[in-house]
């Protein structure tokens, strides 16, 4: 495989390069605003700006995606009914499903059942769901040691409801299951999200002729293919940040520093050591849950060029976590908003209970859900005509705007938001002029009389602010990296301190001085405009390589296909035999070495097979096997008490650049010494 063409597909901007993987070079780049409402619009856009003749060439398309991250930033996805099997969640620990049940089943650590399966008991719940659910996950206890009841239970889905349906145990062998239900949960809402996003960019390379395969950039950097891609979307969560962690790291040839990634709905911040990002081995934690996937160490922050500025009911400012369409961006597609814009005229003290007074709203996607109120039906049925301001909305439906919440609608895709974003303030202010700066200016005013300040004090003011916020994404991410255990914005005293290295001007006796120590890669599409005037706040040094506002584009370029498979042996009841556990099966054996030359030849079979199915023919594998002992009491044993033993098997492929002459399949065995799979 030589060329690449390499797509990101972004909360805002949908970027493309033509890259060559045995050059290592960039042959042709481009950029065009992501259509959510119809992605293959955007995708085709890129395509075609690419400008490069030669597109039957390309020989795999390899894609990156903010979506799934965005997506749980922003609360959206289909509505999920949850199966619990031998678990009560605790109510006080928040799971984004619809609908929860728990019925009986489960196992125990060993793998045997901690109680039978009830059939009528899960037919009823699921009855139970019919018409308030697009998907169900289903979560058993310790279901890593035996997925048998959650097979039950997936066979039943399809009969009773025939809905796309997702197991606890085919993503995750973590222990932990709230993570790992929250992580089951957060896969079935983003199916319809990540089908549709495949769906778009199979029609767009169709259009142009392209008829490459498809591979996506999971979280962790490695790639896999578009029909794993469907079924486990939640491996594509943070696939466009750790893209651009990879793309920034290529074009910098900087060893160790933190890239900043800045787009349209969050900023992604990792740091870089030896040239590659930390795994976080616990799980990503995404719009504030932990979830079991293996992901880069990124610490992500709902704050980008289309952030929502917005007024709480206190009159505080401020700016993200929610995504919205841009006014100047709305205002340029749809000229009538302006006028609608320019009739709002409401009191100081009147407030809005969930919108502010700029908010428009228009159609997305009306398939994004299935469940809709008759109110919702109406709000519909007003905007079927194009994108309207709240205040004509209400007008439309006879009722006082602050009686109307979308946030539903929103938060499921169906509607999309319109309101002043940071990209609103670059444009009031004159900085950048791309869309439509005189609605940016309106609406800017309109926002900063509910502060009853004028528009130059409220554009400086809320400029100000996102500087501000951007700053304590990179230092905080630094924090984190750094297992700092606080939070900048939570912690009073870290807080104070904090804002003395921001703003050290005015009356003080003294300063903070916390500068970094290693440089800031900036990448992104808006960095040009936020970064420098962060950076000095916290007196960083930046880098902005070249094709810095396609990195992401280059990072799925770059990447590599790498396959895991799990096997776990631990000891039989009463130290009789040995249980063999995987994501497929449980089994039993007598003897030790029987149990491990199986797990052995099934996991590098099984690592051969996932490889094969993300395109890899001739993968290279490698099994270690790790037998785990302990130190008998009296503490003259060594090593003479077994506990369990791991195999992992890896299958890879090998970029151009990096492949020899010669691959050998390797079995490492517990005490490392390697040998080829013919001894």
């Known amino acids: 495989m030589s060329l690449v063409l390499g797509i990101d597909t972004g909360g805002t901007y949908t970027d493309g390069v033509v890259f060559d993987r045995v050059k290592r070079e960039v042959l042709a780049k481009a950029k065009s605003r992501t259509t959510r409402e119809d992605l293959s ?18 020989e795999v398309v390899s894609m990156s995606t903010t979506l799934a991250t965005n997506a749980i930033v922003e609360g959206a996805g289909c509505e999920v009914g949850l199966i619990m099997l031998g678990y009560t969640p605790d109510p006080k620990k928040e799971i984004p499903a619809t609908c929860i049940r728990v019925v009986p089943g489960g196992h125990n650590v060993k793998g045997f059942e901690k109680e039978p399966f009830d059939e009528a008991a899960v037919r009823e719940a699921l009855e ?21 009841h959650e097979i039950m239970v997936k066979d039943l889905v399809k009969e009773v409801l025939d809905i796309p349906v997702v197991c606890a145990h085919d993503l995750t062998r973590s222990l932990g299951i709230y993570e790992r239900t929250v992580t ?127 007024m709480d009911m206190e009159r505080k ?177 870290a807080w104070y301190f904090f804002q003395k290295q921001l703003h050290p001007q005015g009356e003080s006796y003294f300063k903070a001085n916390t500068n970094p120590t290693i440089p800031l890669i900036g990448v992104g599409a808006p960095i040009a405009q936020w970064l420098p005037p962060m950076a000095e706040r916290i007196g960083c040094r930046l880098i902005v390589p070249p094709h810095s506002e396609v990195a992401n584009a280059i990072g799925s370029a770059v990447g590599r296909v790498m396959e895991t498979v799990k096997i776990l042996i631990t000891p039989g009841d009463n130290n009789d035999g040995f249980n063999l556990h995987s994501a497929w099966e449980r089994k039993f054996f007598q003897e030790l070495d029987d149990a491990r030359e199986y797990g052995r030849k099934f996991a590098e079979d099984k690592a051969r097979e996932l490889a094969n199915e993300n395109g890899v023919k001739n993968p290279e594998i490698t099994v270690t096997v790790d037998d785990v002992y302990a130190t008998s009491g009296d503490g003259e044993g060594d090593g003479d008490i077994y506990i369990e033993t791991n195999i992992d098997a890896l299958a890879t492929d090998t970029p151009e650049w990096e492949q020899e002459e010669h691959k050998e399949h390797f079995f490492v065995d517990t005490r490392g010494r390697g040998m080829t799979m013919d001894d």
Not at 41 to 54: K, L, N
Not at 186 to 207: F, T
Not at 352 to 361: E, P, W
């Open 317 to 493: 400012l401020h700016v993200g976590p929610t995504r919205v369409i841009p006014i100047c961006v709305g205002v340029s597609e749809h000229p009538y908003l302006y006028r609608e814009l320019e009739l709002v005229d409401i009191p100081y003290g009147y407030l809005l209970n969930y919108v502010q007074v700029v908010d428009c709203f228009e159609i997305k996607n009306l398939n994004a859900t299935n469940v809709y109120s008759d109110l919702e039906k109406r709000v519909i049925g007003t905007l079927e005509d194009g994108p309207h301001n709240i205040f004509e909305i209400s007008k439309r439906l006879d009722t006082m705007p602050n009686l109307l919440n979308f946030n539903r609608l929103v938060q499921a895709g169906v509607l999309g938001r319109i309101s002043v974003t940071p990209t609103d303030l670059l444009h009031a202010s004159g900085e950048i002029k791309i869309w439509d700066d005189e609605a940016s200016k309106l609406a800017v005013t309109l926002l900063g009389k509910r502060f009853n300040k004028t528009f130059d004090v409220f554009l400086h003011d809320a400029t100000d602010r996102v500087i501000d916020e951007l700053a304590y994404a990179a230092c905080q991410s630094l924090v984190n990296y750094e297992g700092g255990g606080f939070d900048l914005k939570e912690d009073p005293g």
């Open 184 to 310: 089951t949960v957060l896969n079935a809402k983003l199916m319809p999200i990540i089908a549709y996003l495949m769906k778009s960019v199979r029609i767009s390379l169709d259009r142009k002729g392209i008829k490459a395969p498809i591979m996506v950039v999971r979280g962790d950097g490695t790639l896999i293919g578009e029909e794993k891609a469907k079924d486990k979307p939640i491996e594509t969560m943070l696939s466009g940040p750790a893209a651009s962690i990879i793309g920034a790291s290529f074009l910098s040839n900087e060893k160790d520093s933190f890239v900043f990634d800045m787009g349209g709905t969050t900023s992604d911040v990792a740091v870089v050591k030896n040239g590659v990002p930390r795994i976080d081995e616990e799980g990503a934690y995404v719009g504030g849950f932990r979830t079991r996937v293996k992901a880069a160490a990124i610490s992500t922050f709902g704050l980008g060029g289309d952030s929502y500025v917005w």
């Open 41 to 58: 619009i955007g995708i085709t856009r890129v395509i075609e700006a690419v400008e490069f003749d030669d597109l039957d060439k390309i």
């Open 128 to 148: 139970s769901m019919r018409g308030q659910v697009d998907a169900i996950a289903v979560s058993g206890y310790l279901s890593v040691r035996n997925p048998e």
